[in-house]
């Protein structure tokens, strides 16, 4: 027989690629000593052009931020399983490396926990209870709490509108492989190289570049394999930076105390931005709490209006 295949030759680490997929654990998480979570079983296609039924192993952002929680040695006791348990169901699938570059040295798991949240825009904090906990970005609910003026602290209020960081457009690269880096002979320096990576482009949004005249491109990378939960989480990022970021800063009473990070706050008061002011007329605004400090004379908290999400409810 006959081949013009070339003889074979030894592997050539400087010049020959290796290309290759490596899954996860298959050792689900316990809550009250059952399974918390199940393997990943869903379609996704591979950028090479195969389809896989699923990864069989543990993929599911959620679970998978509970199962690091609990390898780092806290406690069952210390987490608010139910808010992990809500999310679960509705979490997506994740993959990643770690490190995510060939030559680069181990991260940490705070970054490792990091990459998975922004995946399923997940808030991960420590709540009035002393429990970790979870959230994700979403649309206002019923409030939480309600504050007016009664309890406000007097020259205590105050409201900030930043524009810097709208854009017209989220490009999302997803589905990330291995990163490494390749000598290239004409300029003789290292150049990054993605491996098997996909980028899924949201629609351009019309506020940002009708109504503040803005046209800018965000780049975003998140650790999703598969197009379908790219596309929800690009078009939830377009939402968010067509608008601008407004802020309410305010000095509360010791009644907020017990005021917990993600929490909805309905505001109440006759001077609110964007309403005409009525002296005898109260206007509500909610808004959620970004951040809290605490002391024994007053609760200091930051909310957001989170208008980009709020004026595309209906379709988050």
Request: glycine share 6%; proline share 4%; hydrophobic share 40%.
């Amino acid at each position: 027989m006959e081949t013009n295949q070339g003889m074979p030759r030894s592997f050539n680490p400087s010049t020959d690629q290796i290309r290759c997929r490596v899954y996860g654990s298959t050792a689900l998480p316990q809550i009250a000593a059952a399974d918390f979570g199940s393997l990943d079983t869903l379609a996704a296609a591979l950028p090479i052009g195969e389809e896989i039924s699923g990864t069989g192993t543990l993929a599911n952002a959620v679970v998978l931020v509970y199962k690091l929680l609990r390898e780092l040695g806290i406690d069952e006791a210390d987490i608010d399983v139910a808010a992990f348990q809500a999310l679960e169901p509705t979490s997506p699938a994740v993959g990643l490396a770690h490190p995510a570059e060939a030559v680069s040295e181990e991260k940490t798991n705070k970054d490792l926990i990091l990459r998975i949240l922004q995946a399923d825009l997940l808030r991960l904090f420590i709540d009035q209870d002393g429990k970790w906990t979870i959230t994700r970005r979403a649309p206002f609910g019923a409030a939480d709490s309600e504050i007016d003026d009664t309890s406000i602290l007097q020259n205590s209020i105050r409201y900030t509108f930043n524009y810097d960081d709208i854009a017209s457009i989220v490009s999302l690269k997803y589905l990330i492989g291995e990163e490494t880096y390749r000598f290239v002979k004409a300029t003789g320096f290292p150049r990054r190289v993605y491996m098997d990576s996909r980028v899924a482009t949201s629609a351009e949004q019309n506020t940002a570049r009708y109504l503040h005249l803005i046209q800018k491109t965000i780049n975003y990378e998140v650790p999703l394999l598969r197009e379908v939960d790219a596309d929800i989480v690009s078009k939830r990022l377009a939402y968010i930076f067509a608008e601008r970021k407004g802020r309410i800063e305010i000095g509360a009473k010791n009644e907020f105390f017990d005021s917990n990070i993600d929490d909805t706050v309905n505001v109440k008061r006759t001077a609110l931005p964007g309403s005409a002011f009525e002296p005898l007329t109260e206007r509500e605004q909610k808004a959620k709490i970004l951040e809290r400090r605490r002391s024994t004379e007053s609760v200091n908290i930051v909310l957001d209006d989170q208008k980009g999400i709020e004026d595309n409810s209906g379709g988050w």
